[in-house]
């Protein structure tokens, strides 16, 4: 079974523009979930799509966006970038059992974003 | 809010020698626990989980055991090899009402000299 993708795996951007990061879920999982990694602030978590829904978010500003689509693929997006977004983004996914916190989370490679 | 401490790294060691990292949680409710692990230019690894009280989990040679009296899930390998080197991360999820969220703590580095 493939594992979780992410596109692009590398980007760079200047201040101000925007971003859209993609990432396929591992077949029949259908709960995806967003992670900044950066080497101050660590593994921290942005929120979870279940079922093309919001599920769960994480104390980032609005400029942090994203969307799931009925195949489970999601896609996050940060508008307006500042020096600050650039970090890691891991993508993470799970089956979505009822209860769901015995789940294991599976992550992607992540996309390197470096905003300039 | 829940929260995860593990050792502050780097942590070097010599190959075969015996490695613990120390990680304690605070959580309400009854967490999963799980270390990952991340390679140089990679995303995380699952490692090994635990679900409830008392369950080791195990992999490679690593095992945590899951302690609820002392908040603790520490991991362990009896003899490390160079190929261990990594950043190995401490986490936990719990049965929040507001979805699933994985609380990571900061991560510890491993370096495994020959």
């Known amino acids: 079974k493939a594992g979780v993708t992410q596109t692009p795996r590398y980007l760079i951007k200047t201040r101000g523009q925007q971003v859209t990061l993609s990432c396929s879920p591992i077949?029949?999982?259908?709960?995806v979930s967003w992670y900044q990694q950066t080497p101050g602030q660590g593994l921290q978590f942005l929120f979870e799509?279940?079922?093309?829904?919001?599920?769960n978010k994480g104390n980032f500003p609005g400029r942090f966006s994203g969307r799931q689509f009925s195949n489970s693929r999601s896609e996050m997006n940060v508008s307006t970038l500042e020096l600050g977004d650039s970090a890691l983004y891991l993508c993470?996914?799970?089956?979505?059992?009822?209860?769901?916190?015995?789940?294991?989370?599976?992550f992607g490679p992540g996309t390197r974003l470096t905003v300039l | 809010g829940d929260s995860v401490t593990q050792m502050e790294g780097p942590v070097t060691l010599s190959e075969e020698a015996f490695l613990t990292i120390n990680c304690t949680y605070t959580?309400?409710?009854?967490?999963?626990l799980f270390w990952y692990v991340q390679y140089p230019g990679e995303g995380l690894q699952l490692l090994l989980k635990a679900t409830k009280a008392d369950d080791k989990g195990s992999n490679k040679g690593f095992e945590a055991t899951y302690r609820k009296e002392t908040t603790s899930f520490h991991l362990e390998k009896g003899s490390v090899q160079v190929s261990d080197s990594a950043v190995y991360f401490c986490a936990l999820a719990s049965n929040s009402n507001s979805g699933y969220a994985l609380n990571f703590g900061k991560g510890t580095s491993l370096l495994v000299t020959p």
């Open positions: 799509y279940f079922s093309e829904t919001q599920r």
């Open positions: 077949s029949g999982h259908r709960s």
């Open positions: 959580a309400t409710g009854y967490p999963s």
């Open positions: 993470a996914s799970r089956v979505g059992t009822s209860g769901g916190y015995t789940d294991t989370q599976y």
